[in-house]
Structures are given as structure tokens and as C-alpha cells.
């Protein structure tokens, strides 16, 4: 079975300081792996996805996020937190043994302090 | 040149009413959604089509009717409005079967139920 698991629902940091999300991923199969990002009174927007071509995936606004599939994980990472990336991000698997039908994690709220 | 456009942005209306969300597509894609995010920001899926067939029916209240009268266009309908119906609903599309194709969201359309 399919199943995204974002292990924190919120995660705080200073503004200039490294951000790290976390998901972890069940899939049967070689996923296709996305990040999306949804501020305030805002549709979700593709931040990057995992296309298997490489396991680092460089995405919008300086966000990247490696594939390791030994940890069946998908983090997203950012060297240095702005005060516009304070949104929600969701981590979403899709597989393709299922139709390609999309899983979505259940949210963590960045919250960036000036 | 928007490529997933929901209508209308906001409804507020009020308890028994029957209300309608258009959507529609220009991207081309073969597949729409329909997602419920609630106030804690989980993201359900509630319907699928698919080339106009529906392919993903999960567990909604069948006050809930989507219609694609083409697969540029989903729309969703509802009947006998209540209070728990009040969240944001998404529509989405993406390419079926198409490997790493990412969905593309809408706006979003705010439902208050009064």
C-alpha cells in the first residue's frame, strides 16, 4: 500500500538558519516523489518532483530535496529560510502501479521568525 | 493563461442551499480532481475523472454529485448544504499514466455554510 508519512507538523526556524521537512514514503514500486508548497489563501504549487534521473532534486526558491531509497525518504531542505517561505508544504508519492493515483501527506506549517 | 481556473473564488451561503463549483483545464490533461482541505489543512480526495470517466469515488455524502461534460472540465455540485461542508475545495489536473507528471492545482474556492 501507498502511504506518505510528514513526521512533523510544524516546524519553526530563524530566518537565515537551515529548514528541514521530513516524509517518509511507502510505495510498492519506484515512485514519482513531489514537493508542494501552499501559502496563505493560496493553491498549491509545485515546488519540485523526484523524477529518478537523479537523487538530489533542485526545485523553486532555492528548495532541494534527496531521494534515499534505502530510508524510503524524501526531505526537503533549504540553506537559508526567508521570511516568505512560510507556508504549508505537503509531500505527496505517486505511483504508477496504482494508475498513478497521488498520496498526500498531511501537511507541515513552516513558521519563519524574523 | 491560467492553467487551472476554479470558479466562483469565494461562496458563502446558507444551510440547505445547492451550490455548484466550476472548473476547468487549459493544460491539455486527460484526468481532473476534487480535494477537500479542511481547517487543519488535510487534503482529501473526493472524486476523479478521467476522459470524463469517473475513476476515483472515495467516501462522500452523495449530496456530492461531480459532472465532466469534457475532460477540460469538472465540475461539482451540491446539494442540501451543511454545516461541515464549509472548507476550501480544490480542483486539480494532471496527465494519467503519464510517469512523474505532477497534478496542477486551482485557487481554490473558500465555502462558508451560514
Known amino acids: 500500500a501507498q502511504s506518505v508519512t510528514q513526521l512533523d507538523s510544524h516546524v519553526s526556524v530563524s530566518e537565515g538558519t537551515p529548514v528541514l521537512l521530513r516524509c517518509n514514503y511507502s510505495s510498492s514500486y519506484s515512485p514519482s516523489l513531489f514537493w508542494y508548497v501552499q501559502h496563505p489563501n493560496k493553491g498549491l504549487q509545485l515546488l519540485l518532483k523526484y523524477t529518478s534521473a537523479a537523487t538530489l532534486v533542485k526545485g523553486i526558491n532555492g528548495f532541494e530535496a534527496e531521494f534515499k531509497k534505502s530510508e524510503?525518504?524524501?526531505h526537503l531542505t533549504k540553506p537559508s529560510a526567508h521570511m516568505s517561505d512560510a507556508a504549508e508544504y505537503?509531500?505527496?508519492?505517486?505511483d504508477p502501479e496504482t494508475g498513478n493515483q497521488f498520496y498526500f501527506g498531511t501537511g507541515t506549517s513552516l513558521t519563519v521568525i524574523p | 493563461d491560467?492553467?487551472?481556473s476554479q470558479t466562483p473564488k469565494y461562496l458563502v451561503t446558507q444551510m440547505g442551499n445547492d451550490k455548484s463549483i466550476k472548473c476547468e483545464q487549459n493544460l491539455g490533461h486527460d484526468t481532473m480532481y476534487w480535494y477537500k482541505q479542511d481547517s487543519k489543512k488535510f487534503l482529501k480526495i473526493m472524486f476523479s475523472y478521467n476522459n470524463k470517466e469517473l475513476i476515483i469515488n472515495e467516501t462522500v455524502p452523495n449530496r456530492f454529485s461531480p459532472k465532466s461534460p469534457d475532460k477540460a472540465?469538472?465540475?461539482l455540485h451540491i446539494n442540501s448544504l451543511e454545516l461541515g461542508d464549509s472548507a476550501v475545495y480544490f480542483c486539480a489536473s494532471s496527465q494519467?499514466?503519464?510517469r512523474n507528471q505532477p497534478q496542477h492545482f486551482g485557487d481554490g474556492t473558500r465555502l462558508s455554510i451560514l
Open chain 1, 72 to 74: 524510503t525518504s524524501f
Open chain 2, 96 to 98: 494519467r499514466g503519464t
Open chain 2, 73 to 75: 472540465h469538472l465540475n
Open chain 2, 2 to 4: 491560467t492553467a487551472v
Open chain 1, 90 to 94: 505537503f509531500c505527496v508519492v505517486s
